[in-house]
């Protein structure tokens, strides 16, 4: 059990204790039984570093160079991975939804302007580059039970000139949403990297949303409470990139910047009830610090009478880059609310 003390959005200070659902520290200098690696570069393993003044304690690296393509998971590999911790015989064999591995993901608007495209591909360049774990099957739960994630990472910073539509954590709804074949929806949150600004994203159905930001660049963002104003639609077919109308509805902090996470180790904390009811929500704090909660309409509509789960990966899902970059890992924690 953990205790956790909470004070910035209610003005009085109270306890909370829970479960923990999954922690991993890395500390052994391995990967455990709880992470799948299908979507990991066999030529370009999760490898594990130290700090000097953290004798003893190890944290992941995850890399992408320009060799990195779009890894997918074959359907045996998913199979294996998603029985890894649990024997499970419906991972993926007798389930009745595909996964998003199926189906290309499109990465869709990036929120960060003033930056160039990175458009001198070679014969044989990846257009997308991947280099992702997520926890495994039996560690997802259902979308309408609060949960919450805290992420300790850093990650190096790139080249800020080039406009590079990059996600470091997603968070994705299974079974997928029936939105034409062919084409997996975004993660109804995602954590992005995009020219070396850390920033949030928030989906309502095909309408996203930036939630949180660091300064970027060229350009400045006014967080105001109440309704969503800087939304683009994200479905491919139909008037991608243009302005959306979203009822998600937000609440700041008092100081709701991001920091830079290529300065020092950062936490991220998220607490998550997705659903399409108004009193569903999304809480992000840094380092403690409270920065946002949006609440309202999250995620896609689900087939009637089916139960959403949601899947969680940490890693690059990036367009291609002419640059080798690490994303560490210091620690992962899922906790139900």
């Not at 991220?268 to 992000?284: P, Q, S, T």
């Amino acid at each position: 059990m953990r205790l956790i003390v909470l004070s910035a959005l209610f003005g009085a200070t109270f306890s909370v204790s829970y479960a923990t659902d999954f922690s991993e520290d890395f500390a052994a200098g391995s990967l455990g039984k709880s992470w799948c690696g299908c979507q990991i570069d066999q030529n370009r393993p999760v490898t594990f570093g130290s700090d000097p003044q953290e004798v003893g304690d190890k944290h992941a690296q995850i890399t992408v160079d320009p060799s990195i393509a779009d890894n997918e998971c074959e359907k045996s590999e998913q199979i294996k991975c998603n029985a890894a911790t649990s024997g499970a015989k419906t991972a993926i064999s007798g389930s009745t939804f595909q996964h998003d591995e199926d189906f290309p993901d499109d990465l869709g608007p990036s929120f960060i302007q003033g930056l160039s495209d990175y458009t001198i591909l070679k014969s044989g360049t990846p257009a997308i580059q991947r280099q992702e774990l997520r926890l495994v099957k039996n560690l997802e739960h259902d979308s309408a039970d609060a949960h919450e994630y805290v992420i300790t990472f850093r990650i190096s910073k790139p080249d800020t000139t080039i406009r590079t539509r990059w996600i470091t954590a997603q968070w994705k709804q299974e079974p997928l949403p029936s939105y034409g074949v062919g084409w997996s929806p975004s993660p109804f949150l995602a954590q992005r990297y995009d020219g070396g600004v850390l920033y949030v994203t928030v989906q309502d159905e095909n309408c996203r949303c930036l939630i949180a930001s660091a300064k970027a660049p060229n350009q400045t963002f006014k967080w105001e409470k109440g309704a969503l104003s800087k939304c683009k639609v994200t479905y491919p077919k139909k008037n991608e990139g243009h302005a959306c109308t979203s009822a998600l509805v937000a609440r700041y902090g008092k100081n709701p910047w991001l920091d830079a996470p290529s300065s020092g180790w950062t936490e991220m904390r998220y607490l998550i009830k997705a659903g399409r009811e108004k009193r569903d929500f999304i809480e992000v704090y840094q380092d403690g610090r409270f920065i946002v909660r949006v609440s309202g309409k999250i995620g896609y509509v689900p087939k009637p009478g089916t139960k959403i789960k949601t899947k969680f990966k940490i890693g690059h899902y990036r367009d291609y880059m002419p640059s080798t970059d690490v994303l560490e890992v210091d620690s992962v924690r899922v906790s139900p609310r």
